[in-house]
């Protein structure tokens, strides 16, 4: 009796498992039953910035989308970045298509595989400024996981979010100089300058993500000198 009663059970779960694949509803895959392409997400928010919350999601080959929120606005004076706590022109809510270099991209996909598909506790739980929660999730035929943090015991996980905030803070830039190429071409002269300065210290990074911008404001006759020799500058450094 106990032997059928464990061929039975034994069935049963192949056949829910099966069912399962059917459905896509097995971790790694896909709604089409098939192995999930790799993807990264980050899902960053801090009330206290402008924007409050965005998400970047990048794949493998450097393509990925970008989905900024404004819903909340820094208070005039409130500590933040110097992308966000300044008074030049605000970026527009943003929701477009990026693409990074592929070489960041594979150093992005390495730490995610060394780093157990970030299966673990990421965060310190130290009693450090607050930075912003950034929670990373990761989905692809060898599984999924996922982890938040403000601030990880990890180095080379709060060096990945710390790189991938940057990126963000590039494709903001991006947003607003095409808001002042249209509104204001004065202060292009000083976003440039900016921008710039921060690229050398890494506050930006991948100028890949706003290589039409850039191009635009190199090629514009219309723009000051400086503006495009800054942008191509910049686009050099977007591997231009």
């Given at each position: 009796m106990k032997s059928g009663r464990r061929a039975w059970l034994s069935v049963?779960?192949?056949?829910?498992a099966l069912l399962a694949l059917a459905a896509?509803?097995?971790?790694?895959?896909?709604?089409d039953g098939n192995a999930a392409a790799p993807q990264l997400e980050v899902d960053y928010s801090n009330p206290g910035l402008s924007p409050s919350?965005?998400?970047?999601?990048?794949?493998?080959d450097g393509s990925g989308h970008f989905r900024s929120d404004r819903s909340r606005v820094m208070a005039v004076g409130t500590q933040g970045s110097a992308l966000e706590n300044s008074a030049r022109i605000e970026a527009?809510?943003?929701?477009?298509?990026v693409r990074v270099s592929a070489e960041y991209a594979e150093r992005v996909f390495q730490t995610v595989r060394q780093h157990n598909l970030f299966n673990s506790d990421c965060e310190?739980?130290?009693?450090?400024?607050f930075q912003g929660w950034k929670k990373l999730s990761y989905s692809g035929p060898?599984?999924?996981?996922s982890c938040a943090f403000n601030y990880s015991k990890d180095k080379e996980i709060q060096a990945l979010g710390?790189?991938?905030?940057?990126?963000?803070?590039?494709?903001?830039?991006?947003?607003r100089l095409e808001m002042l190429l249209q509104?204001?071409?004065?202060?292009?002269?000083?976003?440039?300058?900016?921008?710039?300065?921060?690229?050398?210290?890494?506050?930006?990074q991948e100028m890949s993500t706003i290589r039409g911008i850039l191009d635009r404001l190199a090629n514009d006759p219309e723009v000051m000198a400086r503006v495009r020799r800054r942008a191509r500058v910049l686009l050099a450094k977007a591997g231009k």
């Open positions: 049963a779960c192949a056949a829910t896509g509803s097995l971790p790694g895959r896909g709604e919350h965005w998400t970047l999601t990048l794949h493998p527009p809510d943003v929701d477009r298509d310190s739980h130290l009693k450090v400024a060898e599984g999924v996981g710390d790189s991938l905030v940057s990126v963000a803070g590039t494709i903001l830039e991006g947003a509104h204001d071409r004065l202060g292009l002269d000083s976003e440039m300058e900016f921008l710039l300065e921060a690229s050398k210290d890494g506050r930006v």
